[in-house]
């Protein structure tokens, strides 16, 4: 058996040295069992071919078509029905696309927005205690009045006050009445803070506030731009993991056909197919995955961007290396801190704090103020009710009577809170603290600034070198790929060196792809920290894809 085996190898030796020359002769007369075997040998460029095109250059000279208009779901918004979530609109975009888009819709860029508008009304309402509060004050009013006397000692024993006297009181009387009263009154206030230490420091407070929301604004602008561009990158990673194990398996049904003729020839043994049917399964199972994560990536990336419920972005671009990180690790390092609005946010919160201490404090000293008021008020009373037992039987009782009154007044007051058992001081301490743990909060957020600035970079470096020996490494398992499978089937290598070589080969065209990826991907992560955005809402926002030239 190994001398017919031997024999075989021989034979169909040269028979490859006979496919290879510039005339090949098997048109004269080829067994049935090999034609397979030469269809084979004719695909091998093209197989080749394919694997080449697996990794296609990126079309950047190419502009992209504008997008349709993408609104955001309102913030509400749940869908009720099947239908509203269904996919029916798939639509390609760059990355600088997908970068606008989420710039219009994110929910939390549009919540740092809200921030900054709470935090500038806080400061209008600041502002205006630095001005008179001038009211005015209107009413009317309608009021029941019932009461009654009793006398216990009456005045007929006083000179001039008999019996026959209209104003005589005998001991016993008494009197009852109710009054019905309208009134209506307007009035007009003035209040003026002339000086106030607490109204100066809420100032300072807020507009440390302030400063903070704008900060975070600042600082969502760059994160989202790291978010979209992160996802974006792992969708092009997800669609060449795709094309990549679409190819493999497309070479693995066409070698498990090679393995079927030559063992209907009764070349290799029953476990070559075996082996190949089964490598044949596993790649269907690696392709399943990466569509797997090819449809979760583009999902990713368009609840990120928050495009309508129905709609689907897709990367338009292939996988295209950003250029090398222009800066070198001490210049970036330096550049990451400076304008940093990580940093800025946490030292305008501290500042902040320090002047809510100064707040709180100030509530222990005088305020001075002046206010002036001046009012008129006019009111009719009508005593329906008179009862009279023995007492008042004269015109001391007025049945109807209309009066009115106007009045004004100014003046200046202080206050001053002179001892409140320690809150104030409570407070302030509290103030103070919290702005020394916020202090230790920016040295920590500064130190993993640091850190991830250097992985970053050294992530970067690596990634440039992983792509060059990726590469060469795909051009020699090319080649391995193409001598192993000539030799496999000319009967000079087992199944074996063929499954290894495929996967070296794989491989390689995987790493090919992750190298570039996790390249993109860490000039990202160092644009996150370096780039100029606004601190304003409301203007223009550029959030390019690369360092902007200084």
Do not use: H
């Given at each position: ?58 079309d950047?000279?190419?502009?992209a ?9 309102t ?13 029916t ?19 939390l860029?549009?919540q ?33 009045e ?19 006297s ?63 561009s ?35 020839a ?8 075996l ?97 002036a ?64 743990r ?57 199944y ?51 360092l902007?030239?200084?």
């Amino acid at each position: 058996m190994w001398f017919t085996r031997q024999l075989l190898r021989g034979a169909l030796g040269a028979f490859g040295l006979f496919l290879l020359s510039p005339q090949p002769l098997f048109a004269q007369g080829t067994p049935e069992a090999l034609r397979p075997l030469l269809r084979s040998f004719e695909a091998y460029d093209r197989d080749l071919e394919r694997l080449d095109r697996v990794l296609p250059p990126a079309d950047s000279g190419r502009s992209a078509a504008p997008l349709p208009s993408l609104p955001a779901p309102t913030a509400a918004a749940l869908p009720q029905e099947p239908a509203d979530v269904a996919i029916t609109r798939r639509l390609k975009v760059d990355l600088q696309q997908a970068i606008d888009l989420a710039v219009q819709n994110d929910p939390l860029l549009l919540q740092q927005i809200a921030g900054v508008e709470e935090q500038q009304g806080w400061l209008r309402s600041v502002r205006g205690r630095f001005t008179p509060v001038v009211g005015l004050d209107l009413g009317v009013v309608y009021s029941q009045e019932a009461g009654g006397n009793k006398a216990w000692k009456g005045n007929g024993d006083v000179s001039g006050y008999g019996p026959n006297s209209p104003f005589y009181v005998p001991t016993g009387g008494t009197n009852s009445y109710q009054t019905n009263i309208g009134a209506g009154f307007a009035g007009l206030y003035l209040v003026y803070e002339l000086l106030s230490f607490e109204r100066s420091a809420a100032l300072a407070e807020v507009t440390a506030d302030l400063e903070v929301s704008r900060q975070r604004y600042a600082d969502r602008l760059r994160q989202l731009q790291l978010d979209v561009s992160e996802a974006y990158y792992r969708q092009q990673l997800a669609d060449q993991l795709r094309r990549i194990r679409q190819v493999v398996v497309d070479n693995d049904q066409v070698i498990l056909d090679q393995v079927q003729a030559l063992k209907t020839a009764e070349l290799v043994p029953r476990v070559d197919l075996l082996r190949a049917q089964a490598r044949l399964q596993q790649s269907r199972f690696r392709l399943e995955q990466a569509e797997a994560l090819r449809l979760s990536s583009q999902r990713r990336l368009s609840n990120l961007v928050n495009v309508p419920f129905t709609v689907t972005l897709e990367a338009r671009e292939a996988v295209r290396l950003q250029p090398p990180w222009p800066l070198d690790l001490p210049e970036t390092i330096v550049r990451g801190f400076a304008d940093n609005p990580q940093l800025q946010a946490l030292e305008a919160a501290r500042i902040a704090l320090l002047r809510q201490a100064d707040r709180r404090a100030a509530e222990l000293l005088p305020r001075i103020g002046l206010f002036a008021t001046a009012g008129y008020r006019a009111a009719q009373s009508i005593s329906p009710v008179i009862d009279l037992e023995g007492c008042c039987k004269g015109p001391a009782f007025i049945p109807g009577l209309n009066s009115y009154s106007g009045d004004w007044s100014a003046g200046l007051s202080l206050e001053w809170r002179l001892f409140d058992g320690g809150i104030t001081a409570g407070a302030v301490a509290a103030s103070r603290a919290a702005a020394e743990r916020t202090l230790q909060s920016e040295a920590a957020e500064r130190n993993a600034i640091r850190q991830r600035l250097e992985n970053a970079y050294y992530d970067q470096r690596a990634a440039l070198s992983q792509i060059i020996a990726a590469n060469a490494s795909f051009q020699a398992s090319r080649e391995a790929y193409r001598d192993s499978r000539a030799r496999y089937e000319f009967g000079l290598a087992d199944y074996t060196d063929l499954a290894d070589t495929i996967q070296s080969l794989t491989t390689a065209m995987e790493q090919r792809a992750e190298a570039t990826t996790l390249a993109n991907l860490s000039y990202a992560q160092l644009l996150r920290e370096l780039l100029p955005v606004s601190r304003q809402p409301g203007g223009p926002v550029l959030l390019p894809i690369d360092l902007p030239a200084d």
